[in-house]
């Protein structure tokens, strides 16, 4: 394979990881619907949930795993609460299904390129809990 100096491994690794850590910030799409929707305790668990992954990744996974795992845990329980409450007869929870599935796509084939994967985990993963939050609030 053919590589260029501007496209070499390394800088691609250097790119993917600090997507990775920047792609937190579409953990805040879901926190501006939820204080849209006046959603305070759903906008404050993803709130401290996006902190806490990016304080993990930034550690460079070194730090932080339990309160990341806990906060994580924590959202993906209000997202199954919500399922639970709105159920199937919603457009909105069948596109955060959808999601939801492409997102542990991501997540169990992460290890083949673990960065970027993981990256749009996080954007697959914030749009379904957006999606989520938004079918509570409209049925």
Not at 50 to 57: A, G, R, V
Not at 70 to 96: C, D, E, K, P, Q
Request: charged share 10%; net charge positive; proline share 1%.
């Amino acid at each position: 394979m053919h590589l260029n100096r501007n496209h070499s491994p390394k800088k691609m690794n250097d790119f993917s990881s600090r997507f990775k850590n920047l792609s937190n910030a579409f953990f805040l799409i879901p926190v501006v619907v939820a204080l849209y929707f006046r959603g305070y305790v759903f906008g404050s668990i993803v709130f401290i949930s996006t902190i806490t992954s990016f304080l993990y990744h930034l550690s460079r996974e070194r730090s932080y795993l339990r309160i990341d795992s806990f906060f994580a845990y924590a959202m993906m329980l209000m997202n199954l609460v919500i399922f639970v409450i709105v159920g199937f007869g919603n457009l909105f929870i069948w596109s955060g299904v959808f999601l939801v599935l492409i997102s542990l796509f991501l997540h169990f084939t992460e290890e083949d390129n673990y960065n970027f994967n993981h990256a749009l985990w996080h954007l697959t993963s914030s749009l379904a809990t957006s999606l989520f939050i938004i079918a509570f609030y409209s049925r």
